[in-house]
RNA sequence: CGGGGCGUAGCUUAGCUUGGUAGAGCGCGUGGUUUGGGACCACGAGGUCGGAGGUUCAAAUCCUCUCGCCCCGACCA
């Protein structure tokens, strides 16, 4: 076999065709599959790994801010869900009813639903748990004294979606949402900035993701809210696809589910409330952002594995010493923590595979780091390590016992890696643009036909308008992203309109 | 839900225009040869050609309906 081109593992490359590169390397790495369910999707052990290593970190997050995680009906009454007008405008195209609680069996239409067993009012699958969490939160607050509450539930939701993508966009998928109340206006904007914050530190350090953080323009804000904000990362098609949201809904939800309490003043006020959320969509977004064309890379934090030994077994007479060596190579790494408290979880491959084959497996997973032991390793007391970030022909040779001690800084080396380079593109491709024609240009594909990778952010000035806008996304697809929150932008001149601007926004094509 | 494309073995697919009841590569199983590597050889398992109806002596191939998937649009985390 001629290694002289070296082939990749995913076909198509990402400069290809992205999505359908995308949809090979969910398959490859086995992180899901699509399932006999129209739109929904099997996560498989692999993809729920990195699901419950988020999982799990976020929710130390979430819990380190003081908030505890409760559990919520997966049904929510119509009557409750129609109470807050703009969430119902939002989410009632794309919601799954339950109208029967029996089957029966019917002679000539088989199994169906028994009309006798009709409810008298439909429930809906929760797209989203704020109208039945009021409900509860309504009894739970009487007094000032009851305030703030700070819950958080883990679910699954429905969302009754036209076209589904693995992660991306599925009829069910799994987050997180929380829900809280406080008695001032204040401090409901603090929590929703300050969770805002969490999930930008979750994403940039976990997920080794840079974010630009702001507010969402009022045309992508969520259904009910006063103000919506997010996250938004650029994956490697340099579209953007937000990653966490936490929304300020003022007195809202309060109002229709009636979340009364008597101030120090001794007067009846409604209660100040958030929501914010994150979905397994962050395990596409990871997929996407730092991907290459051989499969998976995976930032260390979040990967199920760490490390994945490959005892080279070829010769019968140091098979058995070879497995020892990776053994106890296992037991002293998996003694071993990164950043301080990160347990390192090894795997040792022995399956009675050929080893270019396991090999390549590995590479398709994203796992951080492949060690290779063999007899050459086993008379020079050495390994072979390689690194995922690095290409794959790249192999260094180590004395054992330097990388027993290395392997926690070549985790975090990995990490740093992955978020720099995730970084410098992120930044490659965002661009200040000041105006309308270099904005279009920017956004369009020099080949209609079949589109190439192009665009990316564009930092431009715009007067506010809604009209701008759908001008905009109705010519380009085009959206604004996020309205920073910092404030680094000067004043200028909208670049559509010529009026004036108070700061640059983040145009891009979204997923 | 609109526009386009596609459904043939686990995966990728040939065959369909010009009907004659399936062929390949990869993967899988067994045996052997190899061995720091996605190897090679031999043998083998696996398909009611998405489903239903129709035309016909005969349908993967033609017709009708239906289901599902992918891409683009609308909508969204």
């Given at each position: 076999m001629s290694n002289s081109t070296p082939k990749a593992a995913?076909?198509?490359?990402r400069d290809e065709d992205f999505p359908e590169w995308y949809q090979q390397v969910i398959r490859a790495a086995e992180l899901a599959e699509p399932s006999d369910v129209r739109g929904c999707m099997v996560i498989r052990p692999w993809g729920y790994g990195i699901w419950e290593n988020m999982q799990r970190q976020l929710d130390a997050l979430i819990r380190a801010t003081g908030h505890r995680n409760a559990y919520f009906p997966l049904f929510i009454p119509l009557s409750y869900f129609a109470k807050e007008a703009e969430h119902v405008e939002g989410f009632a195209k794309e919601c799954a009813v339950v109208t029967h609680y029996r089957l029966k069996l019917d002679e000539e239409a088989g199994l169906v639903p028994d009309p006798e067993s009709k409810l008298t009012e439909p429930l809906i699958?929760?797209?989203?748990s704020e109208t039945i969490i009021g409900a509860s939160y309504a009894k739970w607050v009487q007094s000032y004294r009851d305030l703030p509450i700070l819950i958080n539930q883990w679910c699954n939701i429905v969302r009754w979606e036209m076209r589904t993508r693995l992660?991306?966009?599925?009829?069910e998928f799994l987050w997180q949402e929380g829900h809280t109340v406080h008695e001032t206006e204040t401090e409901a904007r603090e929590e929703t900035k300050r969770m805002l914050g969490v999930y930008e530190t979750f994403v940039r350090e976990r997920c080794a993701i840079p974010v630009f953080a702001g507010l969402k323009s009022d045309s992508e804000?969520?259904?009910?809210?006063?103000e919506t904000m997010a996250l938004e990362a650029m994956v490697q098609d340099r579209k953007a696809i937000q990653a966490g949201t936490s929304h300020f809904l003022g007195q809202n939800f309060a109002r229709a589910s009636g979340i009364q309490f008597q101030t120090r003043e001794g007067k009846q006020e409604f209660g100040w409330t958030t929501s914010w959320g994150m979905t397994t969509r962050m395990v596409g977004t990871v997929v996407m952002a730092h991907g290459d064309d051989d499969g998976v890379v995976l930032p260390p934090r979040i990967a199920p594995t760490h490390i994945v030994i490959l005892p080279i077994t070829t010769r019968e007479e140091t098979r058995a010493n070879v497995l020892e060596t990776c053994d106890r190579l296992a037991a002293e790494l998996r003694a071993k923590r990164f950043l301080d408290d990160v347990v390192i979880e090894v795997e040792v491959d022995r399956r009675d595979l050929g080893g270019g084959v396991k090999n390549w497996e590995w590479i398709k997973k994203g796992v951080p780091l492949r060690v290779e032991i063999g007899p050459r390793d086993l008379e020079k007391n050495s390994v072979t390590v390689s690194r995922r970030d690095q290409p794959v022909k790249n192999k260094e040779s180590m004395r054992l016992d330097e990388f027993t001690a290395r392997a926690p800084e070549i985790l975090v080396s990995i990490q740093d890696s992955l978020h720099t380079h995730a970084k410098e593109f992120r930044d490659a491709n965002t661009h200040e643009i000041n105006s309308k024609k270099d904005f279009y240009d920017f956004f369009t594909a020099k080949n209609p036909s079949k589109p190439e990778i192009h665009g990316g952010f564009a930092l431009a000035h715009w007067n506010g308008s809604r009209e701008i806008e759908e001008q905009i996304k109705d010519d380009?697809?085009?959206?604004?992203r996020v309205i920073p929150l910092d404030d680094s932008s000067e004043p200028g001149q909208c670049i559509f309109t010529g009026e004036p601007s108070a700061r640059r926004v983040v145009w891009a094509k979204s997923y």
């Open positions: 995913i076909s198509p490359r699958v929760r797209p989203t992660f991306l966009r599925t009829t804000k969520f259904p009910g809210a006063v380009l697809k085009v959206t604004i």
